[in-house]
């Protein structure tokens, strides 16, 4: 007698009823509310820890949750978190790029002074193309390019998740998406661990500092830690000149789509590529509204909280969502566009800060 097949898991569904129940619950149109509990909880946990290991070891919040999602990825492989990862990589990004707009106002801008500013704007311009000059030495797409470029002239992972939503899965693979993520965040720590030693051994003032340490380091929270950890007057110059790169995510956004194009590799005209995501033009919306109402001071403080929480959930689902095997396949000079990036934008941001 012939043993069954247990490996066909619908040789015994008749008329299909259990193939459409779990096309439903993970992936159909009507998605219960419930099948995104699994994947939530999972990337819950993953952050949960990565926090712990930021507050106990000092690591970065970011590169944490990336590398505990890529060592926890073989969770992925079951389909009922399948949806609950999406919902944190695709919704809950969109809408902490939002949330960002409560910590800028249009007078922290204007506090940056015209030259600084001018400068600030000269080194992003300048730091992505070396993402893109990166992308073209390691023999990548210069979509790599303006994903590496970006990120690091902007402000670091959040940047890239609003960069890589332009250009998309089908132009630019998910695990060169990571791999991305990985190099900023790593780059991100050495800022902050360096740039202020480098600062005190130059002899840079608290005001050439904190412009140093805010035009060059990736991430906010880096930023104003490597500031802080200078001087409290160089911490307040980070912060301004950080989240004036933070200010400048829509309309670099807009730019770049009107470089790359649509997502979908369908002609475009150069009105429809301005169209920017509904989050971006959201992030501009809180950003303004912002500048014109002073709203209380906890509502900036629980929107960097909800912020951070919702990149971490995206960055870590990501990660979760990625195979290691794909990663390691692209070898080293994937991470060259971030390389050179990083190195450009400091040596950029030193030459400001010294003419200031």
Not at 25 to 51: D, M, N, Q
Not at 235 to 264: F, N, Q, Y
Not at 311 to 330: E, G, N, Q, Y
Request: hydrophobic content about 55%; proline content about 4%.
């Amino acid at each position: 007698m012939q043993t069954p097949r247990s490996d066909i898991p619908y040789v015994a569904d008749l008329y299909g009823e259990v193939l459409l129940a779990e096309n439903i619950a993970v992936g159909g149109p009507e998605r219960k509310a419930s099948a995104y509990f699994p994947g939530l909880v999972a990337v819950g946990i993953v952050a949960a820890a990565a926090t712990w290991f930021s507050e106990h070891y000092g690591m970065p919040v970011i590169l944490a949750g990336l590398l505990l999602g890529l060592a926890l990825n073989f969770i992925s492989v079951q389909p009922r978190v399948h949806a609950g990862l999406d919902l944190c990589s695709t919704t809950g990004l969109r809408w902490g790029i939002v949330l960002l707009g409560t910590q800028v106002t249009a007078m922290q801008i204007g506090g940056l002074g015209g030259l600084a500013f001018a400068g600030l704007v000269a080194i992003m311009a300048t730091t992505i193309g070396a993402g893109l000059l990166g992308a073209r030495l390691g023999g990548q797409s210069s979509f790599a390019g303006w994903l590496a470029g970006g990120a690091t002239a902007i402000c670091g992972a959040s940047a890239a998740l609003a960069i890589y939503a332009l250009i998309g899965k089908r132009r630019l693979e998910q695990s060169q998406f990571t791999l991305t993520l990985v190099g900023i965040a790593m780059a991100s720590a050495i800022a902050m661990s360096f740039y202020p030693l480098i600062a005190a051994w130059l002899g840079l003032d608290d005001r050439q500092a904190g412009f140093l340490i805010g035009a060059a380091t990736h991430d906010v929270a880096q930023a104003l830690g490597g500031g802080y950890s200078f001087s409290q007057a160089a911490g307040e110059t980070a912060a301004i000149v950080k989240l004036s790169r933070v200010a400048l995510l829509a309309p670099a956004v807009a730019l770049i789509g009107l470089a790359i194009g649509a997502a979908d590799g369908a002609p475009s005209s150069r009105l429809s590529r301005l169209r920017l995501p509904w989050f971006i033009l959201a992030f501009f919306a809180l950003v303004a509204l912002n500048s014109v109402f002073s709203a209380p001071p906890w509502v900036a403080e629980w929107g960097l909280i909800l912020s951070k929480a919702l990149l971490l959930f995206a960055v870590t689902a990501t990660a979760m969502r990625s195979r290691l095997d794909a990663l390691l396949s692209h070898g080293w000079r994937a991470l060259l566009p971030v390389v050179l990036a990083s190195l450009t934008a400091f040596g950029l941001s030193l030459a400001v800060a010294l003419l200031l």
